[in-house]
């Protein structure tokens, strides 16, 4: 199911598919155009009122876009699913109520596709959000980030994850990344699974 795609982002949502459930609760620690918070919005509402996107972004440009994006897209009663926060996901855990099963943490680095450039998101409070991520993900969840290269300060905050990732003890963690060796500035997928 991997390889019939192109572009990192459409693998993300494939392996999603594969381990996202209808009323699983999940994250989208950097919404932006919100395009990950309708995938996953659809993959885990259910009828009965079940599933939930919590989606967070530090710039009110991506959560506006991100609220027209759902606007159009969803009914009012599947509006009811998600959650916007303007804040920054190293904060991630004040908005999850306590004792609530988190199925998947997903990061999509980097800056707002035709937003500012300068507005990235930064290793430092990248590696605190993840601390956070680790924290609050449910035994049998997922941590994925799309970590994109090209841009200055891109491959460096992508080191930073993979010695994050690289750390987590072996017992308890599968990590791995997924890097297209063609295509050398295309986004890295890093996957994290708690087991
Ligand atoms: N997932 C988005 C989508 O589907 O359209 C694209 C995300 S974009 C590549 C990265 C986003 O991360 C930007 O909108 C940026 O504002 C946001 N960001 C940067 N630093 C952040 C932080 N500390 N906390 C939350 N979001 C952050």
New binding site residues.
């Given amino acids: 199911y991997l390889f019939g795609k192109t572009k990192s982002t459409q693998v993300v949502h494939s392996l999603w598919k594969h381990v996202i459930r209808k009323g699983d609760v999940v994250i989208?620690?950097?919404?932006?155009?919100?395009?990950?918070t309708l995938a996953l919005l659809r993959m885990v509402a259910d009828k009965t009122g079940g599933g939930r996107v919590y989606a967070?972004?530090?710039?009110k440009d991506?959560l506006e876009s991100t609220s027209v994006l759902l606007d159009q897209s969803l009914s009012p009663d599947e509006k009811e699913h998600v959650e916007l926060f303007l804040m920054?996901?190293?904060k991630m855990e004040e908005v999850v109520p306590n004792g609530v099963d988190v199925r998947l943490v997903a990061f999509?680095?980097?800056?707002?596709?035709g937003?500012q450039k300068t507005?990235?998101?930064?290793s430092d409070?990248t590696l605190l959000?993840l601390e956070a991520a680790k924290r609050i993900l449910a035994p049998g969840g997922f941590i994925t980030a799309v970590v994109y290269v090209g841009h200055p300060g891109g491959r460096e905050e992508f080191g930073r994850v993979q010695d994050f990732a690289s750390k987590l003890p072996v017992e308890n963690w599968v990590c791995c990344k997924l890097e297209m060796l063609n295509r050398p500035l295309a986004p890295i997928v890093v996957v994290l699974h708690r087991r």
Avoid: E, F, K
């Avoid at 989208?28 to 990950?36: E, I, L, M």
């Avoid at 999509?108 to 596709?113: E, F, I, M, R, T």
């Avoid at 507005?119 to 930064?122: C, D, G, L, S, Y």
């Fill in positions: 989208d620690a950097t919404c932006g155009n919100g395009h990950d967070m972004d530090i710039q991506a920054c996901h190293s999509n680095l980097g800056y707002l596709p937003g507005i990235v998101t930064r409070t959000a």
